[in-house]
């Protein structure tokens, strides 16, 4: 899909679908990027069934992204759009703090991570990098990424799990039951009481609460979590 042409300008302009389940956010954004040259909304989701349902009808070439809405969520909705539309452009705009999701969203296929706090100050130079077919991370997350490809022999033990138990593990010491997370997930009770086992397996511990303790010690404790 090919950028649009800005009417009687010549300019390319990039097509933007805002994609977050909070109106007030998305009046936010759409105060800040209104008006910007080479830059138009075309489009809103608030939740993951309705980001798929825009890409699969296209339209647009960027699609700013909140990892934490209703349905399909945070990186395994990053996946299935690098599937589907693998040149669509993705930036995340969320919550969570860079350490969180910043690695794994990158390398589940997003172009750029801004946290909404930094928002205001950064969004439009974030947009316009992406569109441009660059990255946009902050030095903090390409540090990490870095570090990631180096051969480390003390990693921490949430590093080695998968992306959906990293899911259900912060769901879990957010103090989400199983049943919960598999409705939050729309996952089985089974194959979420499965993803628990192996992530006490993985991180050698014997109940929630220690990973609870875990997850506090290493800052990785969330209030909005995907799928919250």
């Known amino acids: 899909r090919a950028p649009a042409l800005a009417a009687g300008r010549g300019t390319v302009t990039t097509r933007l679908l805002l994609a977050d389940d909070h109106a007030i956010v998305r009046e936010g954004l759409r105060r800040i990027l209104d008006g910007q040259d080479g830059i138009e909304i075309v489009g809103e989701a608030v939740d993951g069934h309705t980001v798929m349902e825009r890409v699969r009808a296209g339209g647009f070439e960027l699609l700013l992204l909140d990892l934490s809405m209703p349905g399909k969520s945070g990186i395994e909705l ?37 946290t909404k706090e930094s928002a205001p100050s950064q969004l439009v130079s974030a947009v316009r990098r992406v ?28 590093k080695h799990l ?23 997930l729309h996952l089985s009770v089974k194959t979420v009481s499965t993803h628990k086992t192996r992530i006490l397996q993985k991180m050698a511990m014997q109940s929630v609460a220690e990973l609870v303790r875990y997850a506090i010690r290493h800052g990785l404790a969330s209030e909005g979590l995907p799928g919250a």
Do not use: C
């Not at 299935?80 to 794994?104: K, S």
């Not at 879990?172 to 997370?181: D, F, N, P, T």
């Open 78 to 114: 990053i996946k299935w759009v690098r599937e589907h539309a693998p040149r669509l452009r993705i930036l995340v705009l969320t919550m969570h703090e860079e350490d969180q999701y910043a690695v794994r969203a990158i390398r589940a296929g997003a172009q750029g991570y801004l």
């Open 162 to 184: 998968s992306d959906r138990e990293y899911e259900v593990f912060q769901l879990l010491v957010a103090g989400r039951g199983v049943s919960e997370i598999a409705g939050l």
């Open 131 to 158: 569109a441009e077919g660059r990255i946009y991370l902050s030095t903090n997350v390409a540090e990490q990424l870095a570090l990631d490809v180096m051969p480390r022999g003390d990693e921490a033990p949430h």
